[in-house]
């Protein structure tokens, strides 16, 4: 452990869980949920703490969901666990900021990747709906009436590790399409519009 306290460097921790319902589900589960989804991410975030502890400088950037802040129904696990996650950031960011670390969470919406493809095909092979008709509810549902990109999310990762984001510690920053309504008449990414 003391080569891993010494070694450290900054750290951006990204990670997913699959589907379970709230109802139901045993000790043994929750146990293995929280040992398997996140006891090695707080140990890594520890070891890498230490470090940046020592150079005075650091950013800690945990991936969440807005399921956090927005149920999902059938993820039950997966987001107790991440509810956790957002307690140890608040916790660890106020121990961390008297070092220059800030501890922060990016929460993602819904957005254009694989997983979510995966997810929205499922959902139409059970509904007996056509593939773009469940992708056309989802946007539904979002408020800005589109899924993210990987371009927003970057963005954000970007700016909460940079200098400029020194003094913002502790906060969740949701990705959940707050976005102008000229890039809802778009389908790809409208990050650079003014």
């Known amino acids: 452990?003391?080569?891993?306290?010494?070694?450290a460097r900054d750290d951006i921790s990204?990670?997913?869980e699959g589907r379970s319902p709230a109802l139901g589900q045993p000790p043994g589960a929750w146990r293995s949920a929280v040992d398997s989804r996140r006891v090695s991410i707080f140990s890594i975030t520890d070891a890498l703490a230490y470090g940046m502890i020592e150079r005075q400088w650091g950013r800690i950037i945990t991936i969440g969901s807005s399921g956090i802040e927005r149920p999902i129904a059938g993820f039950a696990l997966s987001k107790a666990v991440r509810?956790?996650?957002?307690g140890r950031s608040k916790t660890l960011s106020t121990e961390l900021a008297p070092h220059g670390v800030t501890v922060n969470m990016i929460l993602l919406g819904r957005?254009?990747?694989?997983?979510?493809?995966v997810l929205d095909d499922i959902r139409a092979r059970n509904t007996a709906l056509e593939l773009a008709a469940v992708q056309e509810a989802s946007r539904g549902d979002i408020p800005g009436g589109r899924y993210g990109c990987a371009e927003e999310f970057a963005a954000a990762a970007i700016f909460l590790a940079s200098q400029q984001a020194?003094?913002?510690t502790g906060s969740m920053v949701a990705l959940s399409a707050a976005c102008d309504a000229a890039a809802r008449l778009s389908p790809s990414c409208a990050i650079s519009r003014p």
């Open 111 to 117: 957005g254009g990747t694989d997983r979510v493809r």
């Open 1 to 7: 452990m003391a080569s891993a306290k010494a070694k």
């Open 83 to 86: 509810a956790a996650d957002a």
């Open 166 to 168: 020194s003094y913002i």
């Open 14 to 16: 990204a990670h997913s």
